[in-house]
């Protein structure tokens, strides 16, 4: 496909456990990013990648959050011991590079659910 | 604390009519705005930037206007059509542009009435 593409598109977990979470960006795309979105909040940004390496973590919410990405491509965004206030959606977004004024293309996300 | 702000969740707009959508900053070192559309069960999908050396950006029906001295932005869509019906969000970037995240509002849900 030619878009963002995140998968699953929905996660039910139990807390406790662990969730991987996974972004194909658009081909060619260096820039990579992650967001969450709580009910009734708008986009949090957690972390971005450029190319294969991620300058910056302070966004991710705690230790329990982890991110790679490989081959300047696919990117997981792994939840460990997943707690309820986790549950939000899960928004991937790529750009064709960084350092300039690029526009993100968004995925549709993917909804994570703690019970 | 918030740095983007959309203080209406919803607008209720008729049909034909024109549609202002608007936005607050509060961090001065934003250069580089966007509007972005999301339907429900998709992602955000960009509609219309503007940097800060502009006070005007317009493309078909959607104009985007900047006040810099009042931190504002609105984004006015005319006419409005039963498809812009959709959660808009504004965001912001600091100079440098796309390397860090962007901030976002927290959306305003538009409603095109018939």
């Known amino acids: 496909g030619a878009g963002v593409s995140q998968s699953p598109s929905n996660k039910v977990t139990e807390k406790g456990k662990d969730v991987e979470l996974r972004c194909d960006p658009i081909s060619g795309h260096t820039a990579l990013y992650w967001y969450r979105q709580r009910l009734g909040q708008g986009l949090e940004f957690l972390i971005y990648?450029?190319?294969?390496?991620?300058?910056?973590k302070s966004g991710l919410p705690s230790d329990r959050f982890s991110a790679e990405r490989t081959g300047e491509s696919v990117s997981t965004l792994t939840i460990q011991r997943t707690q309820q206030e986790d549950s939000a959606v899960y928004l991937c977004a790529s750009a064709p590079s960084w350092g300039l004024k690029n526009i993100q293309y968004f995925g549709a996300g993917t909804r994570l659910s703690v019970l | 604390d918030q740095q983007v702000k959309q203080n209406s969740p919803s607008l209720s707009v008729q049909e034909g009519r024109i549609s202002i959508l608007n936005c607050d900053y509060t961090n001065s070192m934003f250069d580089y705005f966007l509007w972005y559309k999301k339907y429900p069960a998709e992602g955000p999908t960009f509609l219309i930037s503007i940097s800060s050396i502009k006070d005007k950006n317009e493309d078909g029906r959607f104009t985007v206007f900047l006040n810099k001295s009042a931190k504002h932005l609105s984004l006015h869509i005319v006419p409005s059509q039963p498809g812009d019906s959709a959660v808009y969000f504004c965001a912001a970037s600091e100079a440098g542009g796309g390397a860090d995240g962007l901030t976002f509002g927290k959306g305003t849900h538009l409603i095109i009435q018939p």
């Open positions: 990648f450029q190319g294969n390496s991620a300058p910056d």
